[in-house]
Structure formats: C-alpha cells, structure tokens
Nanobody, 123 residues
C-alpha cells in the first residue's frame, strides 16, 4: 500500500515557476514508477510525465517538454515536479500516482493516487 500526498500548488503568474512535491508513505516507494497527471475543469485527466523507480529515466508529454522536470529522492520518499514558464491553460489540479510496473502514460495503469494540488496560472 502506498499513500501519496501532493503539495506546492498555488497561484502563479504566466511565465512563472512552481515546484510540486509528492510525499509517499510505504517502504516500497523506491520500487514504483511515479507519474504526474493533471486535470483542468471540464477536461479529461492528462499525462504530464513520469519517472522510473531508479530516477534514471523520465518521460514527458510533448506539451511540457523542456519546461517541466520530474525528479525523485527515494531516501525521502518524495517525487518532485518542477514547472517553469507556466501558461494559463495549465491551470489544473495536479496529481501524482504510483505504478508498480512501468512508466505509463495511461492513468488506468497506475495503482495509487494522491488527492491532488491546485495550480492556477494567471494571465
């Protein structure tokens, strides 16, 4: 069992930066791929990026490549999402999720989810 708690959301101006954190409980955190997703009002949840258990590989949605960076600290049971050059259309609830098997872009393949943290980007 893994419990996930996101933090770091808030209000930021367009072009600004935020760093989200996702703290995990459970001794097996380091064996999970971790993903970030987001869901804007009235829209479907979308994949943002993922990082493998070792941290050696990361994957990103095309829309965030070059601006967002995912990292993890297995000693702290925490994964991070650094978001730069934020755009108003990226206003959404951001979720972290844990996947036992691999770095997937599909939310249904993830086993555990956090409650989400709101990110609002003003124009």
């Amino acid at each position: 069992q893994v419990q996930l708690v996101e933090s770091g959301g808030g209000l930021v101006q367009a072009g600004g930066s935020l760093r989200l954190s996702c703290a995990a409980s459970g001794r097996t955190f380091s064996s999970y791929t971790m993903g970030w997703f987001r869901q804007a009002p009235g829209k479907e949840r979308e994949f943002v990026g993922a990082i493998t258990w070792s941290g050696r590989s990361t994957y990103y949605a095309d829309s965030v490549k070059g601006r967002f960076t995912i990292s993890r600290d297995n000693a702290l049971n925490t994964v991070y999402l650094q978001m730069n050059s934020l755009k108003p259309e990226e206003t959404a609830v951001y979720y972290c999720a844990a996947d036992r098997y691999g770095a997937s872009r599909y939310g249904y393949e993830y086993d555990y989810w956090g409650q989400g943290t709101q990110v609002t980007v003003s124009s």
